[in-house]
């Protein structure tokens, strides 16, 4: 069995993707409840009124600069680490290759996934990259939209300044818009994110690679070198899991389709009012469909407290069964 | 001038101040205005308004210097309508509370309303203080007077928008806007679009800003009264 199979991730690697998703979701339900306070008002309340909603936001936005400078730092002069971006990089022969293939076998007329495009369900590193092509894509696409979201964040924190400096209100309102619509994009992105690993039968509900370091998975030792497979058939599926991922899987659906006509209907911001194309806040079934979508956010942030829960029960496991082994030992 | 052309002087001319209330406009006659202040203490003392802010502001171009074209000397609003230099202006600049207000159409909270009187109002309990509405309005009404106080200026927030309220609470009672009431030289005219358009014909003069802006101000179809 490799790490493959449960862990790819170190303990430093994981602690930041548990501080980064909190710090996201701040950002995501302060910048959210201030884009469609129409309809989430209650999220606006929650996130500090309205004299308080966007200083929230800045101090997620100064975290957000905080850890990704911290983790460039770290990628840079961390042990090992100049190696990841290796993985990160595109093999665009082979990965071209999986997407066709991808679609093929979504098509059925393909067995199976190219190796490429196996991100889960127990292969190993011999067989598969550390990486899938859908797994570059996500660090790739999110990467640039947190860049884009920091770098435009910035330039709009004093307002008046960027009219001084560039000596017009319109590149103001351009960086605005921008923020607003790469905002839009992201959360679009972070529902499938969610939804792509809070549902994967063999791991439903949460993935414990993203939480449990690698070190600390199980037979990582490779101490049973008879067992066959990789461990993947040992994992049963939930019977929750049927009905659980229509809903997640519906309410994914529905909060994409309900921002993105939202950012449309919210007149004038973030799309100009000569581009909306009627509706309004008022719109009850768009009010819903919204809300559904901050649920699946909530739902996301739920799915990360919950796997950092079971990484510290399991650790403690692991420790009592050490503290009964050393005792036993000494007993003998 | 003789005595009967003085008083043919005062009937072609009318006060600042010509209606109030429902479907009000304000808007300046640049070639009136002498920077002398007058309508900024009007304000201040109406309304309490502190040092730091200011709801309507005088803002003069060109100091000191002429109009290329000597003829339109005293007519910046056509000088500028016609690409001209047009010499030393005064613009009273405050809300015009737009019939189109770009401040309305970016507000991501609508805590900027367009009320069915015409008033462009700010509701301080859904302001978040995000100053997008500073960077649409073309007229730089809006004044953000917390954004230098604690937290704001630590966060770069801007605290509660503050505004020219056109003095509503004053056109309520049948008076006219302070600043407009108190100006010693008619530069501030207030009434509909008509009595707006036809007082600037009376005076020969021409509205300062271009057909863009009075689109923004009055409206495409209010916008034809004037001479653009």
């Known amino acids: ?332 | 001038m003789s005595t009967d052309q003085n008083s043919m002087q005062r009937e072609q001319m009318s006060q600042g101040v010509m209606s109030v209330g429902e479907g009000t406009r304000i808007f300046p006659d640049v070639e009136a205005c002498i920077d002398c202040g007058g309508c900024v203490v009007a304000c201040k003392r109406t309304w309490d308004v502190p040092p730091e802010e200011q709801r309507i502001s005088i803002s003069t171009m060109f100091e000191g210097q002429e109009a290329e074209k000597p003829q339109l000397n005293s007519n910046s609003g056509r000088a500028l309508n016609q690409g001209e230099f047009p010499g030393e202006t005064s613009f009273p600049m405050q809300c015009y509370h737009c019939e189109d207000a770009p401040c309305v159409s970016v507000c991501p909270v609508d805590s900027l309303q367009k009320n069915d009187d015409g008033f462009v109002e700010v509701v301080e309990d859904l302001c978040v203080g995000c100053q997008y509405c500073l960077s649409a309005c073309p007229f730089g009404a809006p004044q953000f007077p917390e954004s230098d106080d604690g937290a704001e200026a630590v966060l770069g927030g801007g605290g509660i928008m503050d505004k020219c309220t056109m003095c509503e609470e004053r056109q309520h009672v049948g008076k006219g806007p302070a600043c407009a009431e108190e100006c010693a030289t008619d530069a501030i005219l207030v009434g509909d679009a008509g009595d707006i358009a036809d007082e600037l014909d009376k005076r020969d003069a021409a509205p300062a800003f271009n057909k863009e802006a009075m689109e923004i101000i009055f409206g495409a179809d209010e916008a034809r009264a004037f001479d653009l």
Do not use: C
Request: proline share 4%; charged share 15%.
């Open chain 1, 1 to 332: 069995m490799t790490n493959l199979d449960h862990g790819k991730f170190t303990r430093v690697t994981t602690m930041f993707h548990s501080l980064l998703a909190l710090d996201v979701f701040l950002l995501f339900f302060t910048g959210y409840s201030v884009m469609f306070n129409d309809e989430l008002w209650w999220l606006l309340e929650l996130m500090g009124g309205n004299t308080g909603v966007l200083a929230l936001h800045r101090i997620a936005g100064v975290g957000l600069i905080v850890l990704t400078v911290f983790w460039i730092t770290f990628m840079i002069i961390g042990p090992g680490r100049r190696s990841n971006f290796r993985a990160v990089l595109p093999d665009l022969k082979n990965d071209m290759q999986a997407f066709i293939q991808d679609v093929k076998f979504v098509l059925g007329r393909a067995d199976e996934r190219h190796p490429h495009a196996r991100q889960f369900a127990g292969y190993t590193s011999d067989e598969v990259p550390l990486l899938s092509y859908v797994g570059k894509g996500v660090i790739f696409i999110f990467a640039v939209e947190l860049t884009l979201l920091m770098v435009s964040g910035l330039l709009i924190w004093s307002k008046p300044s960027l009219m001084q400096f560039f000596q017009t209100k319109a590149a103001a309102m351009a960086f605005v818009v921008f923020h607003g619509l790469l905002g839009v994009i992201m959360l679009m992105g972070v529902m499938f994110h969610i939804f792509e690993h809070g549902f994967h039968p063999a791991f439903y509900p949460v993935e414990l690679k993203a939480f449990i370091s690698k070190d600390k998975m199980p037979h990582t030792d490779h101490s049973d070198e008879d067992h066959e497979g990789t461990g993947i058939e040992l994992l049963t599926l939930r019977p929750s899991w049927n009905w659980a991922v229509n809903l997640g899987g519906a309410a994914v659906v529905i909060g994409i389709v309900s921002v993105l006509l939202g950012s449309i209907f919210d007149e004038g911001y973030p799309v100009p009012r000569e581009l909306t194309i009627g509706g309004g806040p008022t719109n009850l079934l768009l009010t819903i469909g919204i809300n559904v979508g901050v649920l699946v956010l909530f739902l996301g942030l739920l799915l990360s407290v919950y796997g950092n829960v079971l990484r510290a029960r399991y650790e403690r496991q692991v420790r009592a069964e050490r503290r009964t082994a050393e005792t036993s030992h000494s007993d003998d």
